[in-house]
């Protein structure tokens, strides 16, 4: 095999974990990801306040039509009944995930204490710890260990099996040690756990490794092939854990959402009854025309809060589930030129071809 293409292609493919990211990168991941979901919806509805006020002093819209101020308040009101009605549907979708017969709870519970067993047994601790922090901590140290120790066993093998193997090994522990410093700052809870991995490819290292151990399967040692595999076992515990610990992010964040957009509901629905109010009146608008715009303009905002939540929410959801949604070496991201290895069928003749019958 030729090092040279090859080799290059292990990391131009992998995961961009260590790498500067520029300004506007790290401003779009703060606004879709970091920052607080609260904050970002108030900033959108003081957005909206300042927005129709602006567009009031330039002239672009008026405060004065009752006709038009009236019919925007009503469909304010059936806009906000059906997003409220929308988020409970969402809630009771998540609350039926929740009613398990006791056969399904005792299934849930067995499964997450063998996950925790394995995952000591792959650390080399005596128990997994609780914090969700500390336990992809220790299975980040397991892979980086791990990969060292790949490393060294392939120092006796020939130069173009140790350079690749060595790139690969680069490329794991740069990406381990970026990831170990991350989850050592970050808070601890679900939300922090899932946040600091979520840029870390451990799907492609997964691929990369599992296509080395079968493609070099005649060149590697007895050593070699079980340090692949003591690598790949790590990797197979860290993408179990990070869905884990999103699933439950997901749940609980969407719970959250539910309940706040409950507590914003009402105040919107009496905003938009409000504003219909203020033109009751055959006369006119019951408010000076001098603060109209500011009255009007704040009660929009109170009705568009919900819709801001709604925003705010679904940017991190779907943000969070799009970036973590390889399962396995299946990296549905990658482009179909994108990797160092074409294969076509027939490739490894040393495995039998499928016989076809009828």
């Given amino acids: 095999m030729g090092s040279s293409g090859e080799d290059d292609s292990l990391t131009s493919f992998g ?64 806009g906000t009944f059906s997003l409220v009605t929308l988020v409970v549907s969402i809630n009771q979708l998540i609350l039926s995930r929740e009613f398990t017969a006791a056969g399904e709870a005792r299934e849930q519970l067995e499964g997450v204490l063998s996950f925790r067993e394995e995952v000591a047994e792959v650390s080399s601790v005596p128990a997994s710890p609780a914090s969700p922090t500390r336990l992809l901590e220790l299975l980040v140290a397991a892979i980086y260990d791990r990969a060292t120790d790949l490393e060294e066993v392939a120092e006796d093998h020939d130069d173009d099996v140790r350079e690749v193997i060595q790139q690969y090994v680069e490329d794991v522990t740069e990406s381990t040690e970026h990831i170990d410093r991350v989850l050592k700052e970050s808070t601890f809870g679900t939300f922090s756990t899932v946040s600091a991995t979520i840029s870390y490819d451990e799907s492609w ?46 749940q609980r964040e969407l719970t959250r959402f539910s309940q706040l957009t409950i507590y914003c509901g009402v105040p919107a629905i009496l905003a938009a009854m409000l504003i219909g109010f203020v033109y009751g009146d055959i006369t006119g608008p019951s408010i000076s025309v001098v603060y109209l715009p500011f009255v009007v303009s704040g009660l929009i905002a109170v009705v568009v809060s919900p819709l801001a939540l709604l925003t705010a929410f679904i940017l991190r959801t779907a943000t969070l589930t799009r970036r ?11 482009n179909p030129e994108e990797g160092p290895f074409d294969v076509e069928y027939g490739d490894d003749d040393s495995r039998p071809a499928s016989a076809h019958s009828e």
Avoid: C
């Fill in 205 to 250: 290292h997964l691929y990369v490794a599992e296509h080395l151990r079968e493609r070099h399967s005649d060149e590697l040692s007895e050593e070699a092939h079980e340090s692949l595999e003591n690598l790949i076992e790590a990797f197979k515990m860290l993408d179990i854990a990070r869905e884990h610990f999103k699933t439950t992010y997901l």
């Fill in 15 to 78: 995961a961009n974990v260590g790498r500067q990211p520029s300004l506007l990168s790290r401003s779009q991941d703060w606004i879709l990801v970091k920052a607080d979901r609260l904050f970002v919806a108030a900033v959108i509805s003081v957005a909206t306040f300042f927005l129709f006020l602006g567009l009031g002093e330039l002239g672009v819209i008026s405060f004065v039509n009752d006709d038009s101020i009236t019919r925007l308040a009503g469909g304010m009101i059936a």
């Fill in 324 to 334: 973590t949604a390889s399962t396995g070496p299946m990296v549905p991201q990658k």
